[in-house]
Structures are given as structure tokens and as C-alpha cells.
């Protein structure tokens, strides 16, 4: 008997059946996962976030699998031809391949030639021919002619007009036989994704157009083998119909021929169904049947099959890359509550200037021509200088696009010019500014704003609190993905959406200053109740309490147990408010003030009363250990910011285009994007370098996240610059030979591979286009100077 749902979802999380089942049920209930990880951990035995999301994906396919499971057990048993074994073995298929195999044979098809043949009356000498190749194949088939007929449904059949239609018939009706044999299809499955190659070739005529595919043009890969990114740019290129792509065996030269000799997978089908060649009459014809079977059905059909099934295996490990660095891109540090001067760099249109206060309020803008062709440089100077006087200027934050080194420059000399104020100026990546400029978020949320000052907004915003202003874009806009226009965007888009929840909910918001797009990223609230929130918070003025939460208009029971927890109260009546301690717990909190003899305010904060603390002694039936130790460890620290502390990096002065590298520099460069083949650092020259996987340490290094994450601050040594084709090759390894990584065939793949990738010279960052291989990587948001 197959095993319960339950059952397999903790063999495949390491978690037992119970811990599985109370995860199951809270999900169910509406529960969020950032909510049962925080808040159930009794009832989940402290499953984690990945292991709550792993579950949730797997729970989502093994329902939709025994959904399948039930359609096709009663299709079956209304064509009435369900057996015993055969319900056993629907049944006990583990994943939807295996159920389609045995599906096949009893699914509603169009007409085929098979089943004329077998109207026909010709599977007896199929039957014949497969049991006794002793027979003479052309002496059986004259026993089988008949003129054409009507059948009994209406059909015309145009009968059995000679010997050879006969055999033809009858080789038809063992193809579908042979095809349609669960057990042999998964044998042929597993051989094939053994021993199958992918293999590409230009299509004839189209080198020139297909230049950027020049390493494909006649390439080959194991399908077990070949990496996602490659896997991703080879259907990209059959897509844009540059190269052909097939899937080959490996004991064959080119693409499967009828010239084939002793094909290993033509030999299981014969093994399979007693074919031989022993030069019996109807051999010849069996093993022809044999050929035609794999040739024409089941090697198309696996084909299809495993070439998708690799796609989609490649499109998995491009989202989970895409994931992993827009979680480290949310998470990175923020430089907190400073009144930020945002310069959206521009050259004929200008640079956009935004000032906002320390809780992000726009309280200045204007538009400065320092660079071609007004060279407006003393002015925008004096601009600038007023804008900072005026408002205290504590930091300006750049964005990183066209003629973002020069507007740094134009920073630098305004803080030589007013040391007093003691300013700093930074590069952050503009990535998706101008999506959100244009968004009807930013209408409404800056409708006095021109759609270009918008830009310079979000700049200066992203730097104080880069998660709460990258919320307000569609994660896919912000460009740290791996051919995120090749994927399936629905799964692309769930997969980013489950990373801004967790993000979110793990840092927290405060309820009394966020906006309606960070609040619908917190657990249990949809954009309709966020709205709500903040109309509230308009009317009526700051929230006291989180109790006060309760008066917004469609915030249930429901939804406050979801999202009370991760709401703060900064300032407010109740300092548990502006904790992680959820209100639910507040009454035990009580219980541990009056045992211990203390008020709130005498607790909180005193980490040597509260480690003394024996959590046990507090457990009850609704609270046990795990969730005591977390408020313990919270009223030791509230409201602790998860995220790392502000640092910054500086790039090297005089380096600021490609042709100021020489190999052998060594650098400090933020990295921008990690991908499975390596990581790409920005050092400050508008195009990001790449640091092979097999450059990134001494060690060797499988998985590039487990050295590297994006926003990270990294020394590099320049080992290749080539000028002419943007191409940046770096090492981690400061003790490797300028040109001894970088000059790798694997290296050079995969920046040819990435074109496009970081900043072209002299030009906004690429907006990850369609017919380029590999998206847009943005610059990380902790991309700093000090």
C-alpha cells in the first residue's frame, strides 16, 4: 500500500508524520508559513521556514498526483476494463509519470492506425507473427484480405487490400503494443537519462545571427550532466530558432538513424517481447516492428518527455538562484532613519535630486546639468550645497546607471566642499526605480512628483530601508535572476513572492509608518486590509496598541492572529507592542512578571535576569519550551533587526572604466549577483567582473551561495580585461597568476554565456531584454563608498 501523504512528506523533509499532519492542518486553516515557524512551533516541532516551504510546494504537487490518481482510476473502470493488478499498480505509482505510463494504453485518443488495423480484424495476425516467427509473414497476410466495409458504428473501413497492408496493419498494432508497455517505457526512461546527450548545432545560414550562441554551435552535453544555465541558453537558442537541439544516445555519433546497428534500446524492446534474429521468416519483419517502435514512438515521446523534464529541472534552479539573491538584497543592511539625498544619475536629461527626511518623507527635489552637454558642474555644486545645508544632509545615496561614477565624483567634491556637515556618498542599484516611478503605486503615493524625480526618491529611499522600499516593486523587476524570462513565470513569481514574506515577516513592520505594500507582505494581510490600515492610521491618527489593530474594518480574529506578531508599536503604550512576542503570549508574560517579582520595563533588556530564566517552568498546555525560549530571548533583545550591520566598501580612486584595469589589481567590489557558475562583483568600472566558481576559494566550491551572497563586500584581483567585448574576469584567490582563471575554457563560456550582465560603459544597467542570454543582474544595494 502507497504511503499517506503524510507519510511521504516526512521521508522527504526529515520530519515525522505528527510534525507533517499539524503542518498540514494549519496550512488549511489559512495559517502562513512565516506564522507556523514563529508562533507553532509545538505544534509543528519547530519546523523551520524552508522545510514549511519545501512542504508546501510537495503537498501541492502530491495532491494534484492523487487528484490524477482518482480521474484516471475511474476513467478506467468506466471503459470497464480495470483488473485487479491493474488497480494495484495505479494505485501505488509514486509520481505522475509512472501513472501516465499506465495510463496510456486505456487514454482516449484520436483514431489511430492501430486501432483501423484492429477493426480491420488484423491483430490475430499480429498476434500470430510475434507468437511463431516460423510463419512466413506475406502467406499469413493473404489470409486476411477483405474488400472495404461499413462497420457497425457507421465507420467506413477501407478493408485489407493486399498482403502489404495487412503487415502494415498488423506492425502497427504491435508498435502501440510495444509503446504502450508501462514497465519497458520506465526501463527505456531510465536508460535514456543514463546514457542521452544533448547536442546543438546552428542552423544552417544563421551563423551571423547566432553569434552570441557561437559556443553552441556544435556542442554536446550528458542530459544528467549539463548545468542549468547552459541547459537554459541551449532552448533559448532553439527558441529563437538559431540551433537545432536534439537528444541523442551516447553510443551514437549524431541523431538517431534507421542505420543504426544493435541500438541498446531497440535490443530491451526485442528482449522484452521474445524478439530474436535467428533468420526465421517473420524475424526480419519482427525486428523492423522493433525499429519502427522506438524510432518513430517511444524515442519521440521520451524525447519530449526528458528534454522538458530537463527544462523544467533547469528553470527550478534558475528561480531557486533568482530567490536566494533577492533574499540577500532584502536583507541587506540598512542605513536606518538619516535624511538621504537620492541622485538619480542622468547625462542630457540631467540628475534627478530627491531629498527625504529620516522616516523617508520627500521634503526637496530639483533637477542639476552637471555633466555634457551643459557642464554645469560649479552650479549643480551650489545646488546641492544649499539642498544639504538646508536639510542636514547626513548621506547621499547614487544610483548605480549612466553616468554614475561621474555623479559620484560630483558627491565627493560636495563633501570636500562641506566638511562641516560631515556627509557620505554611496552607490546603490537603481534596479527597478523606474518600474516603481511608473507604477500607480507611485501616482499615488508621490502625486505632486514628475514620473524621472520619482526615481531619485526610491534612491535615496532604498538606502535607509532597502526591503521596505523594494516591496514596492514586482520582485522580477529587480533583476537578480538567472534567465528569469525563460521560466515559468507563475512559478518564478510564487517562488519570489514566498521570499518578500518571509523576508519581511522575519525583520517586522512597524504598523504606524509602513506603506500599504509592506503591510500586505505581512502574514494573514491581503493590499485590500493594508489599505485599510494606513486609511485607519490617516483618519485616526497613530496606533496606541496593537489591540487598536482590531477597529480596522476587515481585520478579523483571524487575520490579527496571523499578523498581530509581526505589527510593532514603536513608542506606544505597551512595550511587548514593539516586540516579536505575540499578544496571544502577553498573559503568560504576566505570569513570568509576577513570579520573578518585576514590572516590563525592568525586564526588557536584562539579558542576565532573563538567561536565568528556566524556561520549563513556564510551559503549559497551550505554550511549551520553544515558544518560552523565543519570548525570552526576545525581551532580551526586542524587536531585533535580523539584518547585518551598515557597512560600506569603497572602489579604488582612478578605476572607474574598463580601460583603468590591469591585471594583477586587486580590488574591493560588491557582489551583485551569484549564479550557479560563479558570482559577478561590481568594482566600480559600469560592467560587473566575474568570479568563477572555481575561482571563488581555495577549497572546492559546489554551490556558489554557500562562499558568496549579493549585496556581500569581496577583494578580487583583476586576471583578464577585455575592452572590446566588456568581459571582466576576477579570482577570490589573491595568491592566483593574473590570467590563470580567468583564462579558463569554463570561464570564458560563461561570460560569453552572460553577456549583458552588470553595466555597459557609458549606459543605464540592462533591463534583462529578451533575445539577451542571461538577465540583468543589479548591482547590490549595499554597493557603498565611506
Same mark, same amino acid.
Given at each position: 500500500?502507497?504511503?499517506?501523504?503524510?507519510?511521504?512528506?516526512?521521508?522527504?523533509?526529515?520530519?515525522?508524520?505528527? %510534525?507533517?499532519?499539524?503542518?498540514?492542518?494549519?496550512?488549511?486553516?489559512?495559517?502562513?508559513?512565516?506564522?507556523?515557524?514563529?508562533?507553532?512551533?509545538?505544534?509543528?516541532?519547530? &519546523?523551520?521556514?524552508?522545510?514549511?516551504?519545501?512542504?508546501?510546494?510537495?503537498?501541492?504537487? *502530491?495532491?494534484?498526483?492523487?487528484?490524477?490518481? #482518482?480521474?484516471?482510476?475511474?476513467?478506467?473502470?468506466?471503459?470497464?476494463?480495470?483488473?485487479?493488478?491493474?488497480?494495484?499498480?495505479?494505485?501505488?505509482?509514486?509520481?505522475?509519470?509512472?501513472?501516465?505510463?499506465?495510463?496510456?494504453?486505456?487514454? !482516449?485518443?484520436?483514431?489511430?492506425?492501430?486501432?483501423?488495423?484492429?477493426?480491420?480484424?488484423?491483430?490475430?495476425?499480429?498476434?500470430?507473427?510475434?507468437?511463431?516467427?516460423?510463419?512466413?509473414?506475406?502467406?499469413?497476410?493473404?489470409?486476411? +484480405?477483405?474488400?472495404?466495409?461499413?462497420?457497425?458504428?457507421?465507420?467506413?473501413?477501407?478493408?485489407?487490400?493486399?498482403?502489404?497492408?495487412?503487415?502494415?496493419?498488423?506492425? %502497427?498494432?504491435?508498435?502501440?503494443?510495444?509503446?504502450?508497455?508501462?514497465?519497458? *517505457?520506465?526501463?527505456?526512461?531510465?536508460?535514456?537519462?543514463?546514457?542521452?546527450?544533448?547536442?546543438?548545432?546552428?542552423?544552417?545560414?544563421?551563423?551571423?545571427?547566432?553569434?552570441?550562441?557561437?559556443?553552441?554551435?556544435?556542442?554536446?552535453?550528458?542530459?544528467?550532466?549539463?548545468?542549468?544555465?547552459?541547459?537554459?541558453?541551449?532552448?533559448?537558442?532553439? =527558441?529563437?530558432?538559431?540551433?537545432?537541439?536534439?537528444? =541523442?544516445?551516447? $553510443?551514437?555519433?549524431?541523431?538517431?538513424?534507421?542505420?543504426?546497428?544493435?541500438?541498446?534500446?531497440?535490443?530491451?524492446?526485442?528482449?522484452?517481447?521474445?524478439?530474436?534474429?535467428?533468420?526465421?521468416?517473420?524475424?526480419?519483419? *519482427?525486428?523492423?516492428?522493433?525499429?519502427?517502435?522506438?524510432?518513430?514512438?517511444?524515442?519521440?515521446? *521520451?524525447?519530449?518527455?526528458?528534454?522538458?523534464?530537463?527544462?523544467?529541472?533547469?528553470?527550478?534552479?534558475?528561480?531557486?538562484?533568482?530567490?536566494?539573491?533577492?533574499?540577500?538584497?532584502?536583507?541587506?543592511?540598512?542605513?536606518?532613519?538619516?535624511?538621504?539625498?537620492?541622485?538619480?544619475?542622468?547625462?542630457?536629461?540631467?540628475?534627478?535630486?530627491?531629498?527625504?527626511?529620516?522616516?523617508?518623507?520627500?521634503?526637496?527635489?530639483?533637477?542639476?546639468?552637471?555633466?555634457?552637454?551643459?557642464?554645469?558642474?560649479?552650479?549643480?555644486?551650489?545646488?546641492?550645497?544649499?539642498?544639504?545645508?538646508?536639510? =542636514?544632509?547626513?548621506?547621499?545615496?547614487?544610483?548605480?546607471?549612466?553616468?554614475?561614477?561621474?555623479?559620484?565624483?560630483?558627491?565627493?567634491?560636495?563633501?570636500?566642499?562641506?566638511?562641516?556637515?560631515?556627509?557620505?556618498?554611496?552607490?546603490?542599484?537603481?534596479?527597478?526605480?523606474?518600474?516603481? $516611478? #511608473?507604477?500607480?503605486?507611485?501616482?499615488?503615493?508621490?502625486?505632486?512628483?514628475?514620473?524621472?524625480?520619482?526615481?531619485?526618491?526610491?534612491?535615496?529611499?532604498?538606502?535607509?530601508?532597502?526591503?521596505?522600499?523594494?516591496?514596492?516593486?514586482? !520582485?522580477?523587476?529587480?533583476?537578480?535572476?538567472?534567465?528569469?524570462?525563460?521560466?515559468?513565470?507563475?512559478?518564478?513569481?510564487?517562488?519570489?513572492?514566498?521570499?518578500?514574506?518571509?523576508?519581511?515577516?522575519?525583520?517586522?513592520?512597524?504598523?504606524?509608518?509602513?506603506?500599504?505594500?509592506?503591510?500586505?507582505?505581512?502574514?494573514?494581510?491581503?493590499?485590500?486590509?493594508?489599505?485599510?490600515?494606513?486609511?485607519?492610521?490617516?483618519?485616526?491618527?497613530?496606533?496606541?496598541?496593537?489591540?487598536?489593530?482590531?477597529?480596522?474594518?476587515?481585520?478579523?480574529?483571524?487575520?490579527?492572529?496571523?499578523?498581530?506578531?509581526?505589527?510593532?508599536?514603536?513608542?506606544?503604550?505597551?512595550?511587548?507592542?514593539?516586540?516579536?512576542?505575540?499578544?496571544?503570549?502577553?498573559?503568560?508574560?504576566?505570569?513570568?512578571?509576577?513570579?520573578?517579582?518585576?514590572?516590563?520595563?525592568?525586564?526588557?533588556?536584562?539579558?542576565?535576569?532573563?538567561?536565568?530564566?528556566?524556561?520549563?517552568?513556564?510551559?503549559?498546555?497551550?505554550?511549551?519550551?520553544?515558544?518560552?525560549?523565543?519570548?525570552?530571548?526576545? &525581551?532580551?533583545? !526586542?524587536?531585533?533587526?535580523?539584518?547585518?550591520?551598515?557597512?560600506?566598501? $569603497?572602489?579604488?580612486?582612478?578605476?572607474?572604466?574598463?580601460?583603468?584595469?590591469?591585471?594583477?589589481?586587486?580590488?574591493?567590489?560588491?557582489?551583485?549577483?551569484?549564479?550557479?557558475?560563479?558570482?559577478?562583483?561590481?568594482?566600480?568600472?559600469?560592467?560587473?567582473? &566575474?568570479?568563477?566558481?572555481?575561482?571563488?576559494?581555495?577549497?572546492?566550491?559546489?554551490?556558489?551561495?554557500?562562499?558568496?551572497?549579493?549585496?556581500?563586500?569581496?577583494?578580487?584581483?583583476?586576471?583578464?580585461?577585455?575592452?572590446?567585448?566588456?568581459?571582466?574576469? +576576477?579570482?577570490?584567490?589573491?595568491?592566483?597568476?593574473?590570467?590563470?582563471?580567468?583564462?579558463?575554457?569554463?570561464?570564458?563560456?560563461?561570460?560569453?554565456?552572460?553577456?549583458?550582465?552588470?553595466?555597459?560603459?557609458?549606459?543605464?544597467?540592462?533591463?534583462?531584454?529578451?533575445?539577451?542570454?542571461?538577465?540583468?543582474?543589479?548591482?547590490?544595494?549595499?554597493?557603498?563608498?565611506?
Amino acid at each position: 500500500m502507497l504511503p499517506s501523504i503524510e507519510q511521504r512528506l516526512a521521508a522527504e523533509i526529515a520530519a515525522k508524520p505528527a %510534525q507533517i499532519a499539524a503542518a498540514i492542518a494549519l496550512l488549511d486553516e489559512g495559517a502562513t508559513v512565516p506564522f507556523i515557524s514563529r508562533y507553532r512551533k509545538e505544534a509543528t516541532g519547530g &519546523l523551520d521556514d524552508t522545510q514549511l516551504r519545501l512542504l508546501e510546494e510537495r503537498l501541492r504537487y *502530491l495532491r494534484e498526483l492523487e487528484e490524477r490518481r #482518482a480521474a484516471i482510476i475511474a476513467s478506467i473502470t468506466e471503459q470497464g476494463k480495470m483488473t485487479p493488478e491493474l488497480l494495484k499498480a495505479v494505485s501505488l505509482a509514486t509520481d505522475k509519470t509512472h501513472l501516465e505510463d499506465l495510463y496510456l494504453p486505456y487514454k !482516449p485518443k484520436r483514431r489511430t492506425k492501430a486501432q483501423i488495423a484492429l477493426e480491420a480484424g488484423l491483430e490475430p495476425l499480429a498476434d500470430a507473427l510475434l507468437a511463431n516467427p516460423l510463419l512466413n509473414p506475406e502467406e499469413e497476410a493473404a489470409k486476411y +484480405l477483405r474488400e472495404p466495409f461499413t462497420s457497425a458504428a457507421g465507420d467506413n473501413n477501407p478493408g485489407v487490400a493486399d498482403a502489404k497492408a495487412a503487415l502494415d496493419g498488423a506492425r %502497427q498494432i504491435l508498435m502501440e503494443r510495444f509503446a504502450e508497455d508501462a514497465g519497458l *517505457l520506465q526501463s527505456l526512461r531510465e536508460y535514456v537519462q543514463e546514457h542521452g546527450v544533448v547536442q546543438s548545432k546552428v542552423i544552417e545560414g544563421k551563423n551571423d545571427a547566432a553569434e552570441k550562441y557561437a559556443d553552441y554551435f556544435d556542442y554536446s552535453e550528458s542530459i544528467n550532466t549539463i548545468p542549468s544555465h547552459r541547459a537554459l541558453a541551449v532552448f533559448r537558442g532553439r =527558441r529563437e530558432e538559431m540551433l537545432d537541439v536534439q537528444l =541523442r544516445l551516447d $553510443s551514437e555519433e549524431e541523431k538517431p538513424t534507421w542505420a543504426s546497428p544493435h541500438n541498446p534500446c531497440e535490443m530491451r524492446i526485442a528482449s522484452r517481447f521474445g524478439i530474436k534474429n535467428m533468420d526465421r521468416p517473420a524475424d526480419r519483419w *519482427l525486428n523492423d516492428s522493433v525499429r519502427w517502435t522506438w524510432r518513430v514512438k517511444m524515442f519521440m515521446h *521520451l524525447e519530449t518527455e526528458l528534454m522538458g523534464a530537463l527544462r523544467s529541472k533547469a528553470e527550478t534552479e534558475a528561480i531557486n538562484v533568482f530567490a536566494r539573491n533577492l533574499k540577500a538584497l532584502l536583507l541587506a543592511a540598512p542605513a536606518g532613519p538619516r535624511v538621504t539625498m537620492g541622485l538619480d544619475p542622468g547625462i542630457r536629461t540631467g540628475v534627478k535630486v530627491a531629498v527625504v527626511d529620516e522616516t523617508g518623507k520627500v521634503v526637496d527635489t530639483a533637477t542639476i546639468y552637471p555633466h555634457q552637454p551643459r557642464n554645469d558642474w560649479d552650479g549643480s555644486l551650489h545646488t546641492l550645497s544649499q539642498l544639504a545645508e538646508k536639510h =542636514r544632509v547626513s548621506v547621499i545615496s547614487i544610483g548605480n546607471g549612466t553616468a554614475s561614477r561621474e555623479t559620484d565624483k560630483l558627491a565627493r567634491d560636495l563633501i570636500k566642499l562641506r566638511p562641516e556637515l560631515n556627509m557620505t556618498s554611496i552607490v546603490v542599484s537603481e534596479a527597478g526605480a523606474s518600474v516603481y $516611478s #511608473a507604477s500607480e503605486f507611485a501616482s499615488r503615493e508621490l502625486p505632486e512628483l514628475d514620473v524621472s524625480l520619482r526615481g531619485a526618491v526610491s534612491i535615496a529611499r532604498r538606502l535607509q530601508d532597502p526591503l521596505a522600499e523594494l516591496v514596492k516593486i514586482d !520582485p522580477k523587476s529587480i533583476g537578480v535572476g538567472q534567465y528569469q524570462h525563460d521560466v515559468s513565470q507563475v512559478q518564478l513569481a510564487r517562488s519570489l513572492d514566498a521570499v518578500v514574506e518571509d523576508c519581511v515577516n522575519a525583520v517586522g513592520v512597524d504598523v504606524n509608518t509602513a506603506s500599504v505594500p509592506l503591510l500586505a507582505r505581512v502574514s494573514g494581510l491581503t493590499s485590500s486590509v493594508a489599505q485599510a490600515i494606513v486609511n485607519h492610521r490617516d483618519l485616526k491618527g497613530r496606533f496606541g496598541t496593537r489591540a487598536e489593530l482590531r477597529e480596522v474594518p476587515r481585520l478579523g480574529d483571524k487575520t490579527f492572529e496571523q499578523a498581530a506578531g509581526f505589527l510593532r508599536i514603536m513608542g506606544g503604550n505597551d512595550p511587548l507592542d514593539a516586540s516579536a512576542v505575540h499578544p496571544e503570549s502577553y498573559p503568560l508574560v504576566q505570569t513570568i512578571l509576577e513570579d520573578i517579582k518585576q514590572d516590563i520595563k525592568g525586564v526588557i533588556g536584562n539579558g542576565g535576569l532573563l538567561k536565568s530564566l528556566n524556561p520549563s517552568k513556564y510551559a503549559n498546555e497551550q505554550f511549551g519550551v520553544p515558544t518560552i525560549t523565543d519570548i525570552l530571548k526576545e &525581551l532580551e533583545k !526586542p524587536g531585533r533587526d535580523p539584518r547585518p550591520e551598515f557597512t560600506t566598501a $569603497s572602489f579604488r580612486e582612478g578605476v572607474e572604466e574598463l580601460k583603468d584595469l590591469e591585471p594583477g589589481m586587486i580590488l574591493e567590489g560588491v557582489v551583485t549577483n551569484v549564479a550557479a557558475f560563479g558570482a559577478f562583483v561590481d568594482i566600480g568600472v559600469h560592467q560587473d567582473g &566575474l568570479v568563477h566558481i572555481s575561482a571563488l576559494a581555495d577549497k572546492f566550491v559546489k554551490d556558489p551561495h554557500s562562499v558568496v551572497k549579493a549585496g556581500q563586500i569581496v577583494k578580487v584581483k583583476v586576471l583578464e580585461v577585455d575592452v572590446k567585448r566588456k568581459r571582466v574576469s +576576477l579570482t577570490m584567490r589573491l595568491t592566483d597568476a593574473a590570467g590563470q582563471a580567468g583564462g579558463k575554457p569554463e570561464a570564458q563560456r560563461e561570460q560569453r554565456d552572460n553577456r549583458g550582465q552588470g553595466k555597459p560603459a557609458g549606459g543605464k544597467p540592462n533591463r534583462a531584454p529578451a533575445n539577451e542570454p542571461v538577465s540583468a543582474m543589479a548591482a547590490a544595494f549595499a554597493k557603498l563608498k565611506g
